[in-house]
């Protein structure tokens, strides 16, 4: 029997999230023989065509077979409400047996509500996936990433399998040759009455790399003393090419923002690289970050608990340590470009 399988592709910035290509790579990884690949996707209605065209040409170069598109004002900025009226729309036509969502605050807003109306079985925060036999066989951490899991899951066409894939998990498939025709299907909207509407969209962070997404990040702890004190850390991501982080510590300190704050109560992370710079290793950080690639530590304390989970330590003042390491990174990639 055929199934379909549904991710979303999310915009930010004009931009199409990498997560939704790591959807898109997932659902690579359990379909089967007559299993079609299928993308839904949402914008508002003054969208340049041209950019609704460039989403549609990478996510048929990442796998997807089928692009189902809504347009309307409502869809600008995501509102719970409307997002929600145009995905059960979506569902209810497509009728997949498998929906796959990214681990983002959309994901986490949107999954549960779909799960509720369709009285679907969801599983969040998975890191793999994988097709045996009947069964689709999920791994995701638990208990602050000390346990995994691996839970099974199946759908149906009125009781789809809801998924939230975490970012920066899943290997991307191959990009394909875009020239065979493309299937772009535009369907209608009809808007609820909203109960709310958004009057503004305040990005503290606009035009910042996601923690999510990054491959490398740079974080700091108590060490770094002040707001000052992230200017090396963000000098060096800036020449990685990365994004910066935060420990609760230095949140709370009023160092920097929350909105950078990686840990149990924060963002989740799973970068190729993780510098912590100042960090001792709280288990509520760790348990945010704990499955990086690799992990780097800079601190003064060398019964820091961050490195014993470190793959690389440095015993030292972060304040001489880091802008070492950003000159010679520096130097490094010039002479690559040269």
Known sequence: MSRTLLTYAEIRHHQLRQVSFEAVSAAAHIVQDQDQ???????????????????????????????YTIAHTDLETYHAEAYFQAFHHVVTTVQPHVILLGHTALGRDLGPRLASAFQAGQLSDVTD???????????????????????????SPTRPAIITIRPNNIPLQPVQDTTPSRDVVALPY??????????????????KLDL???KIIVSGGRGVKSAEGFQPLEELASVLQGAVGASRGACDAGYCDYGLQIGQTGKVVTPEIYIACGISGAIQHLAGMSSSRVIIAINKDPEAPIFKI????????????VPLLTAAFRDLLQKQQA
């Open 190 to 207: 009809t808007p609820p009455t909203l109960r709310s509407i958004v009057r503004e969209v305040v990005r503290k962070t606009s035009g």
């Open 37 to 67: 690949i299928v993308t839904c996707l949402f914008y508002g209605s003054a969208e340049d065509p041209a950019e609704v065209e460039r989403y549609a040409k990478e996510l048929f170069a990442h796998g997807t077979k089928r692009l």
């Open 129 to 155: 996936i994988q097709q045996q036999g009947e069964h689709i066989i999920c791994t995701r951490p638990l208990y602050a990433g000390k346990a995994v899991e691996k839970r099974t899951i199946q759908g």
């Open 310 to 321: 470190a793959d690389y330590g440095i015993v030292g003042d972060l304040f001489e340590v």
């Open 212 to 214: 999510s997404e990054a």
